[in-house]
Every structure is written in structure tokens, then in C-alpha cells.
């Protein structure tokens, strides 16, 4: 099984403009992603088309309605969280360092840009206002959900190779958001100048939370056993 593949898979129920889009379609995807972070701009479908230079009809053709919009919006966001392409009988407990580490990189750069604060936000907005407004789903869904989707095959090629020991790959996944998300996200919701989020501290802090996870599950370890306190330094530091 080509890793690279599985991990760069998108929603499970087909290929849509959100997986693969144009170049057209990118920079579609790139207004209505300038719109969001824009406080003063209100996204709808008449206000991307005019900030990408298209028709509305084009935008119907390709996205369907303003949720398809969002949706294909937030995969494309998403799609810059990549992993590094393995197969089956090559992961070591190195290799699998790397791919955790640089997905993790990825994911807090992705997380902590101005972009995905400001998108996350209008999605808190829009479920707190009510109205029927679909935008949390879609974030949720083609967010985390989605990210976890991505990494579990990693994970359990981890297993398979004895370089990872869990019952369900979704908690391991859920331990792995945690460690690697901590409380930055939340602190740049609320505003916080102050989190360091240079890309020093990035990839400081995938090496931090690759390093905890492989050992709260690595093959000597359960999930509900602990720590150790001095765990196998991956020789990223």
C-alpha cells in the first residue's frame, strides 16, 4: 500500500473539486479563503465571484451552493497537511518519526495561520448565531475528522511493523491531535499575541509531540499505562 496515496485521499465519498482543483478552481478556493480572513467581508457567493473575477454561474457549475464552497474551501486549506510517502515493509521506527513529525509540523503550521484562525472563527460565529448555517460541520468534518482519516493508516502500518501498540486507532489519533494541538489553537481563537509560533516553535513542537506519543504507544507501553519518563530520543533534537 503506497502511503503517499492514502494520506492525501480526501472525503471518503469521491473525488470532487475540493480534492483536485484547477488552477482556476485554486484561485477561487484563494478568494473565498482572502474573504474569510477579511472581518469587513461577508462570503457568499456573489462576493467570491467578484473577488476571483468569475461568474456565479461558474461557481454553481463547480461547487454547487455556498456549502460546497465552504467545503471545497476547507479541504483546500486542509490539503497543505501532508505526510511522507511509505509502503508497506519499509517503516522503521525513524522513518515513522519523520512522517509523524512532519505531518505534525504541517498541521500546526496550517492550524496557527491567520487563514485557518479566521476561518475556525467564523465557523464558532455561525454555530453560535444559529440560522441553520452548515460551516461548523464542514470544518469539523473536513478538519480533524479528516485529518485522522490521513494519519490512521501511518498509524496502523505502525502497528503492523511492531513500532506502535494501541487497541483503536481513533483514540491514538485523538492522543495525537492532543499532544500535538495542546492549547495553541484555543489561545489563537481568543486572540493571544504572545504564542510562539515561529517555524522553530513549529517543528519544535511536532518533535516534542512525535517524541511523547511513540512513548505513550510504543510497542513496551499501553494506553492506559504510563509514561516513561526518559523516552527514546528520535535524534530530531
Not at 471545497?72 to 501532508?82: D, F, I
Not at 511493523?161 to 489561545?187: S, W, Y
Not at 504572545?194 to 506519543?213: E, K, N, W
Not at 511513540?214 to 504510563?226: C, E, F, K, M, T
Request: glycine share 10%; with cysteine; charged share 25%.
Amino acid at each position: 500500500m503506497d502511503l503517499a496515496t492514502t494520506i492525501s485521499d480526501g472525503d471518503s465519498n469521491g473525488r470532487d473539486v475540493g480534492d483536485d482543483p484547477t488552477p482556476r478552481q485554486q484561485a477561487v478556493l484563494d478568494a473565498a479563503l482572502s474573504l474569510i480572513v477579511d472581518p469587513k467581508a461577508a462570503l457568499t457567493m456573489s462576493s467570491v465571484a467578484r473577488a476571483a473575477s468569475c461568474s456565479k454561474e461558474s461557481l454553481y457549475k463547480w461547487f454547487g451552493d455556498r456549502d460546497g464552497l465552504l467545503t471545497a474551501t476547507v479541504k483546500w486549506q486542509a490539503a497543505k497537511v501532508r505526510g511522507r510517502p511509505l509502503k508497506r515493509g519499509e517503516l522503521d521506527r525513524e522513518k515513522l518519526a519523520e512522517s509523524l513529525e512532519r505531518f505534525a509540523s504541517d498541521w500546526l503550521t496550517v492550524l496557527s495561520g491567520e487563514t485557518s484562525v479566521a476561518l475556525n472563527r467564523l465557523a464558532i460565529g455561525e454555530a453560535a448565531g444559529g440560522g441553520g448555517r452548515s460551516l461548523g460541520r464542514i470544518v469539523l468534518q473536513n478538519g480533524p475528522v479528516a485529518m485522522g482519516r490521513r494519519l490512521t493508516p501511518l498509524l496502523e502500518l505502525g502497528r503492523e511493523a511492531g513500532l506502535l501498540a494501541f487497541d483503536d486507532a481513533g483514540e491514538a489519533f485523538r492522543d495525537f491531535f492532543g499532544l500535538v494541538v495542546r492549547d495553541v489553537q484555543i489561545r489563537l481563537l481568543l486572540g493571544d499575541r504572545h504564542v510562539a509560533m515561529s517555524p522553530s516553535d513549529l517543528r519544535g513542537g511536532a518533535i516534542r509531540a512525535t517524541r511523547h506519543f511513540l512513548a505513550l504507544y510504543g510497542p513496551d507501553q499501553r494506553p492506559d499505562g504510563p509514561i516513561s519518563e526518559n523516552p527514546t530520543n528520535t535524534g530530531k533534537e
